[in-house]
Each structure stands twice: as structure tokens, then as C-alpha cells.
């Protein structure tokens, strides 16, 4: 069997690459944060005005699960196109939807101030930050790990995923400056200048992606490529098994990476009464040793195989569920943060690192773009969109059978942690269905299902 074909790159144009990605990434993670935690800590009030703070989170929650509801429609448009116009246009496409769209929801007005009407925009805002995001990270993976060489592709290709922790770090960041000598965001006009700082962002990704090369792997397949215009009917009849595998297997990471960074906060600050500073601390710490848990993750797969190092964090996750929420129930900060750290900073991203290299390489070069996205984006509405929503709803339900204590909700850590062990045994036994992926050839056409 010949050996893989590939065109030769430098090591600057890796790097620039990887940078390049990176900057998408951290915008939409950097997006990501930013409405998760104004969904725990703002939206509510400003633009879900109710009788009870709990019902006014819930409805803030639901948009937050919009944005991932139409993820999966950006995934197809974006990735079909990714697929036949080319990875470095569309990734070009997609970053500017998303900083636009987050741009503009700093600069709409509140409820008090339009009525209806607000909650309208923010949902519209939230619909198109989903509609870029669908592609967005799909892409990324993609061109980088058609970049990389074999034998480094887990490494190379999680290294645009360290914008994960880039933009999670400065969304907390700006929202624990904001949150010093301010007694109550919700009355302040500060809370948007986070969201337009995204514009910053994205003039600086814009710049960097006009200097990128397409990948490698496109300029070679682009010709087949164009003659095989795969429509979405024939890609699930083709490759539903592999999508379906992709969709399972990133149940734990998706979903834990929302329930972490968005419930565990509004269950640390809203439910046992902690100052919201302690919740942005908390994932300031978890997104810094989560910077260092992602490359790692992707040298472990290049040495141990994809399928070993996701199944081991994946397991990691499920055992230290009940530990982590019992800690969190506490309502101390050291607990929380200690407990953010290991849950989201090491088992969450771990996985993450890994499935990098891991999706991209379970699929055939003609149509690895939309399939990548339909696997993640699919997931994502699944794992990630709706788990504050359903954690919110637990939180509130288990609120009715101690409407007194000095915390209602409290013991609702319980079964929000078997909800995660559940996700962690969806991921665990899709490990054992997928065969090993590393450095497979990324000319092929068929998928590896």
C-alpha cells in the first residue's frame, strides 16, 4: 500500500496555521463563555423580566440552547461549502458571522427599554452565533489536521483548540473585572462591553486567516471534489453509521463542557449563594490547566491511539462526577474551584484534545468537512444545548421539596452528577464500536465505519 500522500509544509506555516485556527476557536469560545455566563448571571433580568429569578433563568437558558439548535444547520451550509469551495473560505465566513452576531448583542436595548422586542434580538443575535459556530470548529480541526504531518496530527490539530482556553480565560477574565465594585451588573451598562470586545477579536482572526494557505489535503482531492458534489441525503446514506459513532462519541465532552461551564456556575452563584466572582475564578483556573491538558491530550493519542486516550478521559469524567457536584454543593470556594479544575480543565478537554485529529480521521476526504460538522453539531444540540436547560429544570424540581432551606435546590447536585456519568457511558461504549483512526491516509474516500 503506497504510503499517504501529502504536500510538504514548513514549520512556520504549521504554526501559522495553527495560530490562525486558534483565533477562530477563541472567538467562538470566547463567544461560548461570554453567553454562558451572561445566561447565569444577567440575561435573566434584563430580557426574561418574571415573577421568580428561577423561571427568568430557565428562559434565559432556552436561548442559550437556541444558538446550539441551529448549529447543526450552519454545519451542513458551511460544510458542504467547506467541502468544494475550499476550508480556508469558509472559515473565513464563519468567524465573521460569529463576531458580528456577538458584536451585535452588546448593542441591544433591554426589555425594559423595547419590550418584546429585545428578547427577539438577542434570540436573532444568538441564532446567527450558532448558524457560524456550526462550522466553525469543524473547520478548524479539519485544516489543521490535513496540516500536520503523520505521526504529530493529535498534537498539530489540537493546538487550535488551545483557543478554547484562550477565549474562556478572557471571557472570565473581563467579567471578574466587571464584577469588582459593581453591586449589581444587571443595573449596569457595563455588562456589554465584553460582548464588544468580540469585534477586536475577530478584525484580528479576519487578518490572519487572509494570509492562510488551504490545506494541503483539499488542493490535492479538489478536483474529485467538485465532480462529486455530495448532497446531504447521500451523505447520510453513505457515512449515517460514522456520524452517528461521531455524535456518541463526543456525548461526554459536549456535554460536560456545558454543564460545567454554564450549570455548575449558575448552580455555584444562583443555587448556594457564592459570589459570581468565585464562578468566573473558578473557570479562569479550570481554562488554565485546561491549556496545558489539551496538547498533552493530543500527544497521548499520537502515542497510545486516539480511541485509548478518549475512552481513559471519558472514564475519568464518570468517576469523578459525584465527587466534583458533592463539592460543589458545599458552597465553599476552594471545593468549587478545585473541583471545576479537574471535571472541565481535565476530563472535559481531555477528550477534547484528543477527538482533534480523532473525528476529522474517522471520515473520507470528499466529504470530511460536512460530516466532521454534522457529527460535532448534531452532538452539540443533543450533549451541549440542552443540559443547562435540563439541569436548570432538576435544579428547580428538587427546589419544590424544600422550598425553605437555606438553599433550595441543593441536593440537586445528585442527580445532575448521574446525568453526567450517563453521558460519560453513551461516550465509553461508542469508544468500543469505533476502530483505531491514527494516521490513517486523509486522501481516502471511505470512511473508517
Wanted: a positive charge; one cysteine or more; glycine letters at 10%.
Amino acid at each position: 500500500m503506497p504510503p499517504p500522500v501529502r504536500l510538504a509544509l514548513t514549520v512556520s506555516e504549521l504554526r501559522r496555521a495553527a495560530w490562525t485556527c486558534s483565533l477562530g476557536s477563541a472567538l467562538e469560545y470566547y463567544d461560548f463563555a461570554l453567553y454562558s455566563l451572561a445566561s447565569a448571571l444577567v440575561f435573566g433580568p434584563l430580557f426574561f423580566p418574571s415573577a421568580t429569578p428561577l423561571t427568568s433563568l430557565i428562559a434565559s437558558f432556552a436561548t442559550y440552547f437556541v444558538g446550539f439548535a441551529v448549529r447543526p444547520v450552519g454545519g451542513i451550509i458551511f460544510g458542504r461549502l467547506g467541502d468544494h469551495i475550499g476550508r480556508k473560505r469558509v472559515l473565513l465566513m464563519t468567524v465573521t458571522l460569529m463576531g458580528l452576531a456577538s458584536t451585535a448583542i452588546g448593542l441591544i436595548p433591554t426589555y425594559q427599554t423595547i419590550g418584546i422586542w429585545a428578547p427577539i434580538l438577542l434570540i436573532t443575535a444568538r441564532m446567527l452565533q450558532g448558524l457560524g459556530a456550526g462550522a466553525e470548529q469543524a473547520g478548524a480541526a479539519v485544516m489543521m489536521t490535513e496540516y500536520a504531518p503523520p505521526g504529530q496530527r493529535g498534537f498539530y490539530a489540537s493546538l487550535p483548540f488551545l483557543g478554547i482556553q484562550i477565549g474562556t480565560i478572557i471571557a472570565a477574565l473581563v467579567y471578574c473585572s466587571l464584577l469588582f465594585g459593581v453591586t449589581d451588573i444587571t443595573h449596569s451598562w457595563v455588562w456589554r462591553l465584553p460582548f464588544l470586545v468580540s469585534a477586536v477579536i475577530l478584525v484580528v482572526a479576519l487578518y490572519m486567516r487572509l494570509k492562510l494557505k488551504e490545506s494541503p489535503t483539499f488542493e490535492i482531492i479538489q478536483r474529485e471534489v467538485a465532480e462529486e458534489r455530495e448532497s446531504l441525503g447521500s451523505l447520510l446514506r453513505s457515512s449515517g453509521r460514522t456520524i452517528l459513532a461521531g455524535i456518541g462519541v463526543r456525548m461526554a465532552e459536549n456535554g460536560g463542557s456545558s454543564i460545567y461551564q454554564v450549570l455548575a456556575v449558575s448552580y455555584l452563584v444562583n443555587t448556594m449563594g457564592l459570589p459570581g466572582l468565585w464562578g468566573t475564578t473558578s473557570l479562569i483556573t479550570a481554562a488554565v490547566i485546561g491549556g496545558f491538558t489539551v496538547p498533552a491530550a493530543g500527544m497521548l493519542s499520537d502515542r497510545f491511539g486516539r480511541i485509548r486516550t478518549y475512552r481513559t478521559f471519558a472514564i475519568l469524567q464518570a468517576v469523578t462526577a459525584l465527587p466534583v457536584w458533592y463539592a460543589f454543593s458545599t458552597g465553599r470556594p476552594l471545593p468549587a474551584v478545585i473541583g471545576l479544575s479537574v471535571a472541565l480543565g481535565v476530563t472535559t478537554w481531555g477528550m477534547f484534545g484528543t477527538q482533534a485529529a480523532m473525528l476529522p480521521e474517522m471520515f473520507g476526504a470528499r466529504h470530511r468537512y460536512m460530516a466532521v460538522s454534522m457529527s460535532r453539531e448534531v452532538s452539540a444540540v443533543i450533549g451541549g444545548g440542552l443540559t443547562p436547560l435540563v439541569g436548570s429544570c432538576i435544579i428547580r424540581w428538587v427546589a419544590t421539596f424544600s422550598p425553605h432551606a437555606a438553599h433550595p435546590g441543593q441536593m440537586s447536585w445528585l442527580p445532575i452528577s448521574v446525568y453526567v456519568m450517563f453521558l460519560a457511558g453513551i461516550t465509553i461504549g461508542t469508544t468500543f464500536i469505533i476502530p483505531e483512526c491514527r494516521d490513517r491516509d486523509l486522501v481516502e474516500h471511505h470512511d473508517i465505519l
